[in-house]
């Protein structure tokens, strides 16, 4: 079964340092999202990214972050200058969105983050 | 009304009980409505879609009840394995690209 693959599975970083999460999504899905979960909080939208540009971001999603999809296969997510509050859980997913059924996104293991 | 509001729980039920989760969200345009369950430390698992009145898939049956803005989930004879957080996700607005989730329902199903 396809499933969403995410690298590193931890990254731990220093406060002002950039980092980039890497996801490859499922292969022949069209949309993909960043979310992050905050420890013990909800899973939170971050991005939606659609035929090479951003298709909807939420507030949290602010000039420090930036998406990418370099190649055919990777989709990134870039926090150019880490803070404290930026360490949380992030998850990258995919959805096809071209049948009834494609609403569904289906989410990466997560790249948990910490920023000291 | 908040956006996706769930019972807290936490649910502590015997193997074999069947259990129920509630949710209320706010978006009477959403469309389509997804229970996912998280274990711990690990990314959501869609478990069920509804895009109508309801969905039944073995012991799990979600229910819909678009007038009051409601969505259930019922687990039959429930398994040690079902032991999860139990998310209520709901797309925000009408686009199907932006999920809001619930806070979750910790359920622990006891031997």
């Known amino acids: 079964e396809p499933e969403v693959t995410q690298t590193p599975s931890h990254q731990v970083t220093q406060m002002g340092q950039e980092v980039i999460l890497r996801c490859v999504p499922i292969s022949n899905h069209l949309y993909f999202y960043w979310y992050r979960q905050i420890l013990g909080q909800k899973v939170e939208f971050l991005v939606s990214?659609?035929?090479?540009?951003?298709?909807?971001k939420s507030e949290i999603f602010d000039d420090q972050f930036s998406v990418e999809r370099p190649d055919g296969s990777n989709f990134t997510l870039k926090i150019r200058s880490t803070k404290l509050e930026d360490s949380a859980m992030y998850f990258c997913a995919s959805s096809d969105l071209r049948q009834a059924s494609s609403y569904e996104q289906y989410f990466g293991p997560g790249t948990r983050l910490t920023v000291t | 009304r908040k956006e996706v509001e769930q019972d807290p729980g936490p649910f502590n039920v015997p193997e074999g009980a069947t259990v129920a989760f509630n949710c209320t969200y706010s978006?009477?345009?959403?469309?389509?409505f997804f229970w996912y369950r998280q274990d711990c430390r690990k990314e959501p698992k869609l478990l069920m879609s509804v895009y109508s009145s309801g969905n039944e898939d073995g012991r799990f049956t979600a229910q819909l009840n678009r007038a009051s803005q409601y969505i259930s989930l019922l687990i039959r004879d429930s398994k040690l394995s079902d032991s999860a957080t139990y998310l209520c996700v709901v797309p925000r607005g009408g686009s199907a690209r932006q999920l809001t989730f619930g806070s979750g329902t910790q359920l622990t199903v006891l031997p």
């Open positions: 990214f659609y035929n090479n540009e951003i298709s909807e």
């Open positions: 978006n009477s345009a959403s469309q389509s």
